[in-house]
Nanobody, 128 residues
Framework: QVQLVESGGGAVQAGGSLRLSCAVSGRTFSSDAMGWFRQAPGKEREFVAGISWSGANTYYADSVKGRFTMSRDNAKNTVYLQMNSLKPEDTAVYYC?????????????????????WGQGTQVTVSS
């Protein structure tokens, strides 16, 4: 019954911004670590950002540091990815991921070796 639904993707020009949302239904996620991943054509799925259950801790891939910001609103069961200064290499399908009852402050890539739920993905296309 648990579903993660991403939205907010689209096509933008380089330098533009988008805000992705991931809405969780079926359960509250106040004890979940949440992550964003992306997959470009012909490439492996890669970690983009993670956030702890409280929102106090975040972790970003080097490729997006300083440009992307992850946040969460537990009252709305929603996490966000604000993407600024977008580059063509950011073009990918972006996926939301959830690890249930994960309490560690570490929310880097290894925290998402185990993923309980994945979203369906939302396409982001950045033109040069």
């Amino acid at each position: 019954q648990v579903q993660l639904v991403e939205s907010g993707g689209g096509a933008v020009q380089a330098g533009g911004s988008l805000r992705l949302s991931c809405a969780v239904s079926g359960r509250t996620f106040s004890s979940d670590a949440m992550g964003w991943f992306r997959q470009a054509p012909g490439k492996e799925r890669e970690f983009v950002a993670g956030i702890s259950w409280s929102g106090a801790n975040t972790y970003y891939a080097d490729s997006v540091k300083g440009r992307f910001t992850m946040s969460r609103d537990n009252a709305k069961n929603t996490v966000y990815l604000q993407m600024n200064s977008l580059k063509p290499e950011d073009t990918a399908v972006y996926y939301c991921a959830a690890n249930q009852n994960y309490y560690s402050s570490y929310v880097g890539p290894s925290a998402f070796t185990r993923v309980d739920y994945w979203g369906q993905g939302t396409q982001v296309t950045v033109s040069s």
